[in-house]
């Protein structure tokens, strides 16, 4: 695949496009504009894996992951 075609897939539905398929959790959720301290990446359908911090995510088009809190600040 080229670097320069579209692929767009979502992050608790809501629809994001990247040019390049070698992402990480962190640039995704920083992508989604969420804090990758605070949270790690499931992908929604296949196997479930889970995707944490500078971890090697293949994106493909049409893919669904979902976010996965994992803190919360202490009041």
Excluded: C, W
Aim: no cysteine; proline share 3%; aromatic share 6%.
């Amino acid at each position: 695949m080229a670097h320069d075609e579209m692929i767009t897939f979502t992050v608790d539905n809501v629809q994001l496009t990247v040019t390049d398929k070698h992402q990480t959790a962190r640039s995704i959720l920083t992508l989604a504009g969420l804090d990758p301290a605070m949270y790690d990446l499931a992908k929604l359908h296949g196997e479930g894996d889970s995707y944490k911090d500078d971890q090697q995510v293949i994106v493909l088009q049409g893919d669904a992951y979902v976010t996965v809190r994992t803190s919360a600040p202490v009041a």
